[in-house]
């Protein structure tokens, strides 16, 4: 961006702009080609609420932290590799975590494709190749200009390229809650409910002091809950898969604990290892959302271990995991590519729900994600 705009001034001053008709032309297509890639963004950063409006944690950033993002266009030119830098976790800091997996960011990459590289690189490339034939003569600004178009086009149709088979795999949506089962400041006697199946999260508005959580604990989770990273990889290496298959997007403190967003990928071959260890036929039918459940009924223990170490609380603390709001996400993913082909059109929820079979979860979380049904 900052590169076309500095070749642009650079024809416009030319010596021979007065005298030169195709020189003429390239100057103004090349300002033209600098305004509506940028416009084009701006579109889009117009429809970031509709476009996230399955996740409410991003729902939420996104209206709090609108001018940080804002700032971060208008100087980018970008609305696509902003949406990457906000939702990246840097240094753990709130600021950068919008809530975005880079699954879900995957759905948004037409926004790249079409502002940045069809509205773009692509024309400033041709315009740069036309001064350069004008002039008769190549400048150290057309030297940077054209490799910084060259390179933003390859790197963008290698990435989409070797991304392409991720547009079409299944995902499980899910909560998982870390929440103490103290009663009176020991162990309540009551079962705990098993991973694998759905259980009930404490609502937020629950009289009942004696499950919130002290303020030592909560510092704990404080300092710890911004190593998403650290605590998908462990995650990750419990269920012996890639860490591009288990994402963290966001953590929402509550009284009780805490909340993370996961978005699980499920390849094919994931769904058949689990068919053969459940001694199911092959022609059987697993879907994402059981396939998960299956797997965190394995490893309930393992898990409920994984938070209390990564947070740091004792195993005499009370503390377990629950997971909460499973939806498939192939009807997620079918939403999200149907809003970029539509200009991503702003979809209401009830519409969705609809369409899709669905309705809200239990509302202890202040929040509507889905169940399939």
């Known amino acids: 961006f900052s590169s076309d705009i500095i070749l642009c001034l650079e024809i416009w001053f030319h010596p021979e702009l ?35 409006v399955d996740n409410q944690f991003a729902s939420t950033w996104f209206q ?69 034939i004008s002039v008769d003569t190549i400048s150290n600004g057309l030297v940077f200009a054209f490799l910084a178009s060259l390179l933003s086009i390859l790197s963008t149709t290698m990435s989409f390229w070797m991304d392409r088979g991720l547009y079409h ?15 009176d400041g020991a162990i309540s006697s009551a079962p705990v409910a098993k991973l694998g199946m759905k259980k009930h999260v404490r609502s937020f508005s629950d009289p009942d ?33 890639s860490t591009k298959k288990l994402q963290i997007g966001s953590s929402l403190e509550t009284k009780y604990g805490l909340i993370l967003r996961v978005v699980h990928v499920v390849h094919e071959t ?51 995991v629950l997971r909460e709001g499973i939806v498939s996400a192939n009807t997620f993913a079918t939403h999200q590519n149907n809003q970029s082909e539509i200009e991503l059109g702003a979809m209401s929820a009830d519409e969705e729900n609809e369409g899709a079979g669905c309705e809200p979860v239990d509302a202890v979380t202040g929040m509507d994600d889905k169940v399939a049904q």
């Open 18 to 52: 007065e005298h030169n008709a195709m020189l003429n032309a390239v100057g103004i297509a090349s300002v033209v080609f600098i305004v509506v890639p940028y416009v084009s963004n701006w579109y889009y950063v117009g429809k970031v609420q509709s476009m996230v």
């Open 64 to 132: 709090n932290n609108s001018k940080f993002f804002t700032t971060l266009v208008a100087v980018s030119g970008g609305c696509y590799p902003s949406m990457q830098l906000v939702s990246s976790n840097v240094f753990g800091a709130a600021i950068f975590q919008s809530g975005l997996t880079q699954y879900e960011l995957r759905q948004f990459a037409k926004i790249r494709i079409i502002s940045n590289i069809v509205l773009e690189s692509v024309p400033q490339l041709v315009c740069q190749i036309l001064y350069a």
């Open 169 to 183: 795999v299944d995902a499980a949506l899910y909560h998982l809650t870390l929440q103490s089962n103290r009663d």
């Open 209 to 241: 002091d004696r499950y919130h959580i002290s303020d030592d604990e909560k510092k704990k989770i404080k300092m710890n809950k911004g190593l998403l990273k650290k605590l998908q990889r462990d995650l990750t290496q419990l269920f012996s898969i």
């Open 270 to 320: 994931d769904l058949l290892g689990m068919k053969l260890k459940l001694g199911m036929q092959k022609e059987q039918v697993l879907s994402a959302d059981a396939y998960v459940q299956e797997l965190y009924a394995s490893f309930e223990e393992q898990v409920n271990e994984v938070f209390r170490r990564h947070f740091d609380l004792s195993n005499n603390d009370g503390f377990y």
